[in-house]
């Protein structure tokens, strides 16, 4: 016996859920792509990008995933033989280390162990050793989605500076932009990259760069360059060259209006609303956990991400059948743990296009697969994710 007819909801952290309005941005022909008006939903694209990233630097679009705006990244300011550090937070980070690897970079990792964020102090130790300056970039992920880990980037930029390194501060923003506040100028960050299927409410297929002035100096020596990826040629005075080609019509017709979307409902907004449901997925946790048997993955509060929550099961329970109860009998799609988390967690995403209704059936749907699965489990975790939201979102 199942519960689950009806339309299935997606709570994993990418892609996530697509708005009507975005679906049916879509839904329109081909254009000329030499034409006037696509020539200008690229530039306002380029220049919301910008705005999105905080960042007077100049934005470039990808027709890529985020795998894609990693190579992106590193081809842009890199050379073969170059020396990176990279910040381990989680599965994503080592990641796009290891990219940058298979480019023929030399990458060191300042190791961290999957329950914490990247300490500051410990980048500024590693970066005073580093008298001769040999590590060109330092590469961090702002939420590393297998951990569910919030890095602290304005303090990890200042870190650097600190030391008067001028390493390249490049980092991943895939699972913070336009859902938590990210100021890539004021944090000192010279190359931020993201995607668009999660917070910006797009299918997954655009990658996007953003870059700052020593990043621009450095792409003038970089010797990884390649055609497709090379922002100077994007630069180019044609529009055929934004893209590298054929524009990606459909997706691009989706971003807009999810861009729209956005600006509609005020950042300020959609931050505050990201932060209260979080809040409310994170006292249900809390309740849960009384049971001894669920546990936050991320063990400090203030490291814990408003757009993703990874949720170890102790005791020998095994959270493939979590998912497959909440997936088959409920209709519910569960983010499942990543890397060395495979079989230990769960990941309940609350991103993007997602409100207070959503986020309850969903800890209703854990909570009673909870119970049907005999996990222990501390009693009202719904309840207190009601009363959360009930006292922060005033009459």
Known sequence: MAVRAGRQFLAIPGPTNIPDEVLQAMHRPAVDIYSGPLIALTDSLLHDLSDLFVTSGKSYIYIANGHGAWEAALTNVLSKGDKVLVLESGMFALAWGDAATRLGVEVEVLHGDWRHAVRPEQVEARLRKDTGHSIRAVL????????????????????????????????????????????????????????????????????FVAASDHARDAHQKAGLRTPYWDWTVRDGDSHYQKYAGTPPEQ????????????????????????????????????????????????????????????????????????????????????????????????????????????????????????SA???????????????WLSESVKA
């Open 140 to 207: 961090a992920v702002h939420i590393d989605t297998s951990t569910g880990v919030l890095t602290d980037i304005p303090a990890i930029g200042d870190a650097i500076r600190t030391v008067g390194h001028d390493a390249l501060f490049m980092v991943d923003a895939v699972a913070s932009l336009g859902c938590v506040p990210f100021h890539m100028d004021a944090w000192r960050v010279d190359v931020a990259m993201s995607g668009s299927q999660k917070g910006l409410m797009t299918p997954p297929g655009l990658g």
């Open 251 to 370: 997706l691009i017709f989706a971003l807009r209006q999810a861009l729209d979307m956005l600006f509609e409902e005020g950042l300020d907004n959609v931050f505050l609303r990201h932060r209260l449901l979080a809040e409310a997925v994170r006292h249900a946790v809390s309740a849960w956990e009384k049971g001894k048997a669920i546990q936050f993955n991320v063990e400090e509060p203030c490291e814990r991400s408003n757009t993703v929550t990874t949720v170890l099961l102790t005791n020998g329970c095994d959270p493939r059948l979590l998912h497959d109860y909440c997936n088959f009998k409920c209709g519910v799609t569960l983010g499942r743990g990543l890397g060395k988390l495979s079989s230990q967690a769960f990941r309940i995403a609350h991103m993007g296009h997602i409100n207070a209704p959503m986020v309850l059936g969903t800890l209703g749907v854990i909570e009673m697969a909870l």
């Open 373 to 387: 699965l005999r996990i222990a489990h501390g009693a009202g975790g719904v309840e207190a994710a009601i009363e």
